[in-house]
């Protein structure tokens, strides 16, 4: 989806859509509807370099309406959790859903970074 196309999409549900890492990549490296505020990946592979494409999407300015994220059960490993937030940084993210992932002590100790310097408010 390019940069200002489907401008009234507010919810994106991808949910169980056998979307592998490198899927996931590419639709993140295009990903950019300005009023997206729901997106639902669960279910899907995103793998780390699926979560790296995700914060660079983010870093670079798409997803500004994002307020909710939904990466339940996408085998997210220590490795993809800390991808993901080490670049995540949403403005307006409400709800942050990550049951069901291997985040480990790597990608929780990136997530509690990401909240103390106020990427996830």
Same mark, same amino acid.
Request: aromatic letters at 2%.
């Given at each position: ?6 401008? *009234? ?5 991808? &949910?169980?859509? =056998?979307?592998?890492?490198?899927? !996931?990549?590419?639709?993140?490296? =295009?990903?950019?509807?300005? #009023?997206? &505020? ?12 699926? !979560?790296?494409?995700? *914060?660079?999407? @983010? ?32 403005? #307006?993210?409400?709800?942050? @859903?990550?049951? =069901?992932?291997?985040? =480990?002590?790597? #990608?929780?100790? *990136?997530?509690?970074? *990401? @909240?103390?310097? #106020?990427?996830?408010?």
């Amino acid at each position: 989806v390019q940069r200002g196309a489907l401008p *009234a999409l507010e919810e994106l549900n991808l &949910k169980s859509c =056998g979307l592998d890492e490198d899927g !996931c990549a590419a639709l993140f490296e =295009g990903l950019d509807p300005p #009023g997206l &505020k729901k997106l639902v990946l669960e279910g899907n592979g995103l793998g780390t370099r699926g !979560c790296a494409a995700l *914060a660079a999407a @983010v870093q670079r300015g798409a997803l500004p309406a994002l307020e909710e994220l939904n990466l339940k059960s996408c085998g997210l490993d220590e490795d993809g959790c800390a991808a993901l937030f080490e670049g995540l940084d949403p403005p #307006g993210l409400k709800k942050l @859903v990550l049951e =069901g992932n291997g985040l =480990g002590t790597r #990608g929780c100790a *990136a997530l509690a970074a *990401a @909240v103390q310097r #106020g990427a996830l408010p």
